[in-house]
């Protein structure tokens, strides 16, 4: 090997190393967006049933036909502000999910509660701009015992 073709392989070296820690950084949210077709269509309920859930949504009572997630979370984000989905008959002593969206000059945001009566149970909020598919594991997580 020459001098020209040490020089050759180092260059090349160098620019797969580059190549790499540009977007190593990048690598979990192009995974988590190649994965999230499936997660949309994953269905909402444990039995893969189709339910009819209450909802407020910008204050306006509402039932949602729901199958899938994807389904679920397009019926919610038809809000303007915030919506909340009832999973239990009891809609004010029972378990709900609140769900508010926001943005700011750069970029949107979700932010979900999982509430039993006034106890918040968990609260979570997603830059939808860089993390997608976090509110579909939340409400995944959430209607897993309904």
Do not use: C, W
């Not at 609140?98 to 509430?115: A, V």
């Amino acid at each position: 090997m020459d001098e020209g073709d040490v020089i050759a392989v180092a260059v090349g070296i160098f620019i797969v190393a580059i190549f790499y820690f540009s977007i190593k950084s990048e690598l979990p949210g192009v995974i988590a967006l190649l994965k999230l077709p499936a997660l949309a269509q994953k269905p909402a309920f444990q039995d893969g049933s189709t339910r009819t859930l209450q909802a407020q949504i910008d204050g306006k009572e509402k039932e949602l036909k729901v199958t899938t997630l994807d389904n679920l979370l397009t019926k919610m984000m038809t809000t303007k502000k915030k919506g909340i989905l009832y999973l239990d008959e009891d809609r004010k002593g029972g378990r709900n999910i609140e769900m508010e969206l926001t943005s700011d000059d750069e970029d949107d945001y979700m932010r979900l509660k999982l509430l039993h009566g006034e106890e918040t149970l968990r609260d979570q909020q997603f830059n939808l701009d860089k993390d997608v598919s976090g509110p579909f594991h939340f409400i995944s997580e959430a209607l897993r015992d309904v």
